[in-house]
């Protein structure tokens, strides 16, 4: 699976979007872009998935630049309960092949 | 169906001791994973099964590390002779197959202390 790269951290005020990035330079053409978040003391959820065009769900939209070598996740009005340790993971949709979470970004969402 | 569950929440154990930890996946989900997590750290995948078949164990951490799904619902992870390095979270997930392969549900872990 493709690298990725994400900030370690960052900050959002609360009430303003939160544009978490991810760089997966080396992904290839069958290869989708997924994000995870991490609240403390709690296991990973799932966010949202693409592969080529943006997507929209009730929880956040996800940006794929057109050369797909990386990608914005966007919370569009972050909450306190947003403060989370986020997941950028890019795989094959295939059986066979398992989520592989790299360090991820550390969001801190301050009132 | 309240998500995939996962006990004990903590476990204290000492050096050398076995310790088994029990997943309950999500009902209708017949794919189902086992990830250890320690600090500061991302997710790290040790086996995971369709059904009762265990299709992965080649990164199980070492020949200590177990796994099982009997009937194909709830699974259990065993650690035999647990080293201080064992400590961490471990943590379940479970998948249906007909939504793909990369959307898992997880549960909250477990969080396996020696001492």
């Known amino acids: 699976d493709a690298k990725t790269t994400q900030p370690p951290s960052m900050d959002c005020a609360e009430g303003r979007a939160a544009n978490l990035p991810c760089n997966h330079s080396?992904?290839?053409?069958?290869?989708?872009v997924y994000w995870y978040r991490q609240i403390h003391s709690q296991g990973p959820q799932y966010i949202i998935h693409?592969?080529?065009n943006n997507e929209t769900n009730e929880m956040a939209s996800l940006i794929i630049t057109e050369d797909r070598k990386s990608s914005t996740l966007i919370l569009p009005h972050a909450t306190l309960r947003d403060t989370a340790v986020y997941y950028c993971?890019?795989?094959?949709?295939?059986?066979?092949?398992?989520?592989?979470f790299g360090g991820g970004t550390r969001l801190m969402v301050k009132p | 169906d309240t998500g995939v569950s996962q006990n004990p929440r903590h476990k204290i154990t000492k050096r050398g001791q076995n310790v088994t930890f029990r997943c309950d996946p999500i009902?209708?989900?017949?794919?189902l994973y086992w990830y250890r997590q320690t600090l500061g750290q991302g997710p790290e995948f040790l086996t995971y099964?369709?059904?009762?078949?265990?299709?992965?164990k080649s990164r199980l951490l070492s020949d200590r590390f177990s796994a099982e799904r009997p009937k194909g619902s709830f699974s259990t992870l065993e650690i035999q002779r647990t080293e201080q390095g064992d400590s961490a979270m471990y943590l379940c997930?479970?998948?249906?197959?007909?939504?793909?392969?990369?959307?898992?549900?997880f549960g909250s872990g477990t969080q396996l202390s020696v001492l």
């Open positions: 997930a479970s998948s249906f197959l007909g939504e793909g392969f990369g959307k898992l549900f």
């Open positions: 080396t992904i290839s053409g069958n290869e989708y």
């Open positions: 693409g592969l080529k």
């Open positions: 993971i890019v795989r094959t949709n295939n059986a066979g092949n398992m989520l592989t």
């Open positions: 009902s209708e989900h017949n794919r």
């Open positions: 099964f369709q059904n009762e078949a265990q299709l992965e």
